[in-house]
């Protein structure tokens, strides 16, 4: 006789869900991505044009979004819409993706993030301190364990732990982290506009806001014309719209939410519009706290500015000038529980999409249960264990420089599906639907499309764009070998 399964709980208020939607959002990326995207479009307007288009995009998607998830408030969310507008086959490729590298390579990146600031407060964390080395592994040469890499494992399987116990310990894990998260940047910000002011750096930033040049690591500069800012504006784009995916990944837990067909979206839009203004205001922080244009070697975070902050922290940059040296602890507190509180977010909702994966017979069929906690704790453990080895690997930091390309072309391919559900299903339920459609939808469509062309004609990155194209086709014979063998194990 099998094991009692349990069943799904309806736990997830719509606090509970704007937290998750907030939380998934805030990793590390906000306080680091802003130096790699200064130094591309050059000037203070350039910068602030790159993150408000990504909260347009963002936002736009998420209201388009919602009428999908107001269709089919079922456990699995991008999933099951692409499952319903298109097929099994279309619907596989983006779960496979989101296996191999979209879910999996962010929760690794994050996980390391955290054990990095971790370091900043406890030195012993170091990646410098290797704790074991091997030599001659096939395809990576040299493996070394780090401290770093202890450490971040060590937070997967501890929240997984945790996820695995059901959805109330989950979410409670996001209430308290992303509430304290959320606080915490209003905080910075705050002090950042009363105290931190340097009228150097503003003097300096808002002089020539629209002179757009490209800068290199030893900050030589060369001038953009109107067809090369356009592309630096989509490269740079990389970075911000990283930081600020996973806003749909609430829609994975449809069937744990009390009435998902409103609080999804709703949870959607406002989590987005406060992530997107949060980004804007601490963007505006560092641009009169620090000097955009700076000396890669210069000895003080002033002198270094937003383009050379040390390894890309212009957060922490941004925190020393305001508060002098305790700044950067106090960051590192800060990311510390913005990563903690994202891998958390970002780990509850992916195990549920692999579940809906395999109940349909195209994924592992022991994923196709749930413990008796009510949740799919094989695969949020298959979820663990395949980020634990991204993080052994060190290769989650050149997945992700693909991982945006195939993240947006199926925000494409999914937002195309209103519009192809409108026509095939034109009589079916919509408790929601699409804000300004069709245009917003459209705008969603052409505006990430342009990004995704971008990545693929742009000689220095097309190699990403191709990569995340191979591992999509790589998806098609893998279907058609495992759908009739797991859909015969999971009927058994």
């Known amino acids: 006789m099998s094991e009692k399964q349990g069943h799904f709980q309806r736990a997830i208020t719509l606090f509970d869900a704007v937290m998750i939607v907030s939380g998934s959002m805030i990793g590390s990326g906000i306080f680091i991505v802003s130096t790699d995207i200064s130094r591309k479009v050059g000037s203070t ?54 296996f191999l590298v979209i879910q999996t390579g962010v929760i690794a990146a994050v996980a390391v993030a955290f054990a990095r600031f971790t370091g900043v407060l406890l030195p012993w964390f170091s990646e410098a301190n290797v704790l074991f080395a091997v030599e001659n592994v096939p395809l990576l040469g040299t493996f070394q364990f780090s401290t770093v890499q202890l450490l971040a494992i060590g937070l997967l399987v501890f929240l997984t732990y945790i996820n695995s116990r059901g959805v109330r310990s989950g979410k409670l894990i996001s209430n308290i982290f992303g509430s304290t998260k959320l606080v915490a940047l209003g905080l910075l910000i705050l002090t950042g506009l009363l105290l931190g002011v340097k009228h150097e750096a503003v003097s300096q930033n808002f002089q020539h806001i629209w002179q757009a040049a490209s800068f290199d690591a030893a900050g030589q500069s060369t001038p953009l014309t109107a067809a090369a800012l356009v592309t630096a504006i989509g490269l740079a784009m990389t970075g911000s719209l990283f930081s600020s995916d996973a806003w749909n990944n609430i829609g994975f837990a449809g069937d744990e939410i009390v ?120 695969a949020l453990w298959g979820q663990c264990v395949w980020a634990c080895l991204l993080c052994l690997s060190g290769s989650y930091g050149e997945l992700l420089n693909y991982v945006m390309f195939s993240v947006i072309l199926f925000y494409v391919i999914t937002i195309i599906g209103i519009f192809v559900l409108r026509r095939t299903r034109p009589e079916a339920p919509r408790p929601y639907r699409a804000w300004g459609y069709p245009v917003v939808p459209l705008l969603y469509i052409v505006l990430a499309s342009t990004f995704c062309f971008i990545l693929l004609t742009d000689p220095a990155n097309s190699k990403f764009a191709q990569r995340g194209l191979l591992l999509v086709a790589l998806g098609v014979p893998v279907y058609y070998l495992v759908r009739n063998r797991f859909a015969r194990k999971v009927n058994k």
Do not use: C, H
Request: cysteine-free; charged content about 10%; proline content about 5%.
């Open 45 to 98: 307007g350039w910068l602030l044009v790159v993150w408000l288009l990504t909260g347009v995009i963002t936002l736009a998607g998420a209201v388009s979004y919602g009428e999908l998830s107001s269709m089919f408030p079922k456990v699995g969310g991008q999933y099951v819409y692409l499952r319903e507008a298109y097929n099994k086959l279309v619907a596989f490729l983006y779960g496979w993706t989101l």
């Open 259 to 378: 009435k998902p067909e409103r609080t999804i979206v709703l949870s959607m839009a406002l989590g987005t519009a406060i992530v997107t203004g949060l980004y804007l205001l601490i963007n505006v922080v560092y641009l009169l706290v620090l000097p955009l244009q700076g000396a890669p070697n210069a000895p003080d975070v002033i002198g270094r500015g937003i383009m050379y902050a040390t390894d890309e922290r212009v957060g922490t940059a941004a925190a020393e000038s305001i508060l002098g040296a305790p700044g950067a602890y106090v960051m590192a507190v800060l990311i510390m529980i913005s990563t903690f509180s994202a891998d958390n977010s970002i780990l509850l909702s992916g195990g549920r999409a692999y579940y809906a994966m395999a109940q349909d017979g195209v994924f592992f069929p022991a994923m196709a249960r749930l413990n008796k906690a009510g949740v799919p704790g094989v």
